[in-house]
């Protein structure tokens, strides 16, 4: 996989899809391999994960990816001198929303299992949909490193789906606090069967003076 050695990749490019695709799925496997291991034999039980969890898990392992396969490409000399060029930019670009999403999904990831409140989990997981809708047409579309198959392509997408569901996930917890809420004040408002139930009072007929013309013309 070093684009170095021109294997499966060489420059930003992949030029053996084989070794590049199957390469990956054997790390997934080992990943996957190694989760099985440690359920049985520590009782670490790794399917029980929240699925918003394993989402941030992931979001700051992609993270590292863009941030990583950007350094690789500044430094490989495809800049050269002149980095005021659109690539280079881009390049930069890419370097910089990698490490700001590393952060913030790793803060996030401690704070959600602190108790941080959905209100300002969906705040900041909008910030980081809305940096990588930007982030990823920049540095997957045009002149960019991310236009090519290669690893900053596939990490780019995938931070991105990540961020969707994760806003989707924060938003549809707060439509779902919101109505909780609603139904236990409107439960709270509302007469217990224990109470005596007020009756319209009905007039004495001392009370009513009309006389009979009033009724008949």
Same mark, same amino acid.
């Given at each position: 996989?070093?684009?170095?050695?021109?294997?499966?990749?060489?420059?930003?490019?992949?030029?053996?899809?084989?070794?590049?695709?199957?390469?990956?799925?054997?790390?997934?496997?080992?990943?996957?391999?190694?989760?099985?291991?440690?359920?049985?034999?520590?009782?670490?039980?790794?399917?029980?994960?929240?699925?918003?969890?394993?989402?941030?898990?992931?979001?700051?392992?992609?993270?590292?990816?863009?941030?990583?396969?950007?350094?690789?490409? +500044?430094?490989? $000399?495809? &800049?050269?001198? !002149? #980095?005021?060029?659109?690539?280079?930019?881009?390049?930069?670009?890419?370097? /910089?929303?990698?490490?700001?999403?590393?952060?913030?999904?790793?803060?996030?990831?401690?704070?959600?299992?602190?108790?941080?409140?959905?209100?300002?989990?969906?705040?900041?997981?909008?910030?980081?949909?809305?940096?990588w809708c930007f982030g990823t047409g920049y540095i997957t579309f045009g002149s960019s490193p991310g236009a090519q198959i290669?690893?900053?392509?596939?990490?780019?997408?995938?931070?991105?789906?990540?961020?969707? +569901?994760?806003? $989707?996930? &924060?938003?549809? !917890? #707060?439509?779902?606090?919101?109505?909780?809420?609603?139904?236990?004040?409107? /439960?709270?408002?509302?007469?217990?069967?224990?109470?005596?139930?007020?009756?319209?009072?009905?007039?004495?007929?001392?009370?009513?003076?009309?006389?009979?013309?009033?009724?008949?013309?």
């Amino acid at each position: 996989m070093n684009p170095n050695n021109g294997i499966a990749v060489a420059g930003i490019s992949v030029i053996n899809a084989n070794l590049y695709f199957f390469s990956w799925l054997s790390f997934a496997a080992v990943l996957f391999l190694s989760g099985s291991l440690a359920q049985e034999t520590a009782g670490v039980d790794v399917t029980k994960t929240p699925p918003k969890s394993a989402r941030w898990y992931g979001l700051c392992a992609s993270s590292l990816v863009v941030m990583g396969s950007a350094v690789r490409i +500044f430094k490989a $000399g495809s &800049c050269g001198d !002149d #980095v005021g060029t659109e690539f280079c930019k881009r390049t930069k670009f890419a370097v /910089s929303v990698g490490v700001v999403s590393f952060v913030f999904s790793m803060v996030l990831t401690y704070l959600t299992q602190k108790g941080l409140t959905i209100m300002l989990e969906t705040i900041a997981t909008m910030v980081l949909l809305i940096m990588w809708c930007f982030g990823t047409g920049y540095i997957t579309f045009g002149s960019s490193p991310g236009a090519q198959i290669g690893n900053l392509y596939f990490a780019t997408w995938i931070s991105f789906i990540l961020c969707v +569901f994760l806003f $989707g996930q &924060c938003f549809r !917890d #707060v439509l779902h606090a919101r109505s909780a809420n609603a139904t236990e004040q409107s /439960s709270s408002t509302a007469p217990t069967s224990d109470e005596p139930q007020a009756f319209p009072e009905v007039p004495a007929d001392d009370d009513i003076n009309l006389e009979p013309s009033e009724y008949v013309e």
